[in-house]
């Protein structure tokens, strides 16, 4: 018997493109300023589509993004990162691992290099374990 595995998604920077896209101009320019600052802050990360959303891989997921019809979301794919910039998401609160962010209220670029940088050493510190 003959099992086919079901195509997987397209992946990578092209396809991260292709899902910018698709959101209202206002809406892709924030997030292609989100992806920016994510990609300084780790620049040897891969972009991936994930679980349908853009993400950034190194050693692990190290965040993902996504737009949605009222808002934006980062999800910071760490309790132990989330709760240590805890006080400066406070703002930005949406759901266990969550940080919500509109185009009025978005996330300070700092705040961001400093979660991504955190990943990054958590998932480096993880896999040399």
Known sequence: MLCLMPPRAPSGPAAIDAYLEK?????????????????KAAPTAEEVISYGMPAFRQNGILVYYAA??????????????????ATELKPFAGGKGTVRFTLTQ????????RIVKARAAENAKRKTK
Do not use: G
């Open 106 to 113: 978005p996330l300070p670029p700092a705040l961001v290099t």
């Open 23 to 39: 959101v209202p101009a206002d809406v892709r320019a924030a997030l292609q300023e989100l992806r920016e600052t994510i990609r």
């Open 68 to 85: 949605y019809s009222d808002h934006c979301s980062l999800f910071v794919a760490s309790v132990k990162v989330r709760r240590k910039f």
